[in-house]
C-alpha cells in the first residue's frame, strides 16, 4: 500500500482512471465519494484546514502512476464537500476552501469537552491557549484554524454555554465556559 508520510493511500489512488472525472453517472457518483473521503481523512491527519486547488496538494497528483486531477476534477470533487457542508469556499473564484472535517457543530462539542476534560468551567482562558497551549496538545483543537475556532466559539455563545472577551489584540481574546 502507497504511502503519503505517515497517512496511507487507498487501493483506487493507483487507478490512473480516478485521476479522470468519469463521464458516467454512477462511475463518477462513486468516484466522488472516494475522492470526499479521502480528501477529509487527509486533511484531519494532517490537521490541514485550506486547500488551494490552483495550489500544490499531494492528494492531486500521484506520480507513481503519472496522473494529476485536471482542476475540473479538483473543483467538482472540492465542491460536493461543499455542498455536503464539509466544506466552504473561501473566494468568490473557487479557488481556495476551508474544509471542515468536523462539521461546525462538531467542533462546538469537543470545545465543551476540552473544558470539562481541564477544569475550565468558569475560568478564563485565551483564544491563542485553546488553539496552542499546552492543555490542547494532543488534542484536535491543537493548531486549529481560527476561522473554524471562531465560528464554534459564536455557536456556543448563542447557546449560553461560554462568553468571549474581545482584546485589544487578537493575542488577548478571552473565553469564560459556563458548562
Wanted: hydrophobic content about 40%; overall charge negative.
Amino acid at each position: 500500500m502507497q504511502k503519503l508520510g505517515d497517512f496511507k493511500l487507498p487501493h483506487f489512488f493507483n487507478y490512473p482512471p480516478y485521476f479522470t472525472l468519469q463521464p458516467v453517472r454512477d462511475t463518477r457518483e462513486k468516484q466522488i465519494q472516494l475522492w470526499k473521503e479521502l480528501i477529509l481523512d487527509y486533511c484531519k491527519t494532517q490537521k490541514l484546514f485550506v486547500i488551494g486547488l490552483e495550489e500544490e496538494f499531494p492528494l492531486f497528483t500521484n506520480p507513481v502512476i503519472e496522473r494529476s486531477l485536471t482542476h475540473e476534477a479538483r473543483e467538482a470533487f472540492v465542491s460536493a464537500l461543499v455542498s455536503e457542508g464539509r466544506a466552504e469556499w473561501m473566494d468568490k473564484g473557487h479557488r481556495k476552501c476551508l474544509v471542515l472535517w468536523h462539521r461546525i457543530q462538531d467542533w462546538a462539542e469537543i470545545l465543551l469537552q476540552f473544558a470539562k476534560d481541564n477544569g475550565l468551567e468558569d475560568s478564563v482562558v485565551t483564544i491563542e491557549e485553546i488553539r496552542f497551549g499546552t492543555e490542547s496538545q494532543g488534542t484536535e483543537l491543537h493548531g486549529i484554524d481560527r476561522t473554524i475556532l471562531n465560528r464554534a466559539l459564536k455557536l456556543l455563545e448563542q447557546k449560553g454555554k461560554l462568553v468571549v472577551f474581545k482584546g485589544t489584540s487578537t493575542d488577548d481574546e478571552g473565553v469564560k465556559f459556563s458548562v
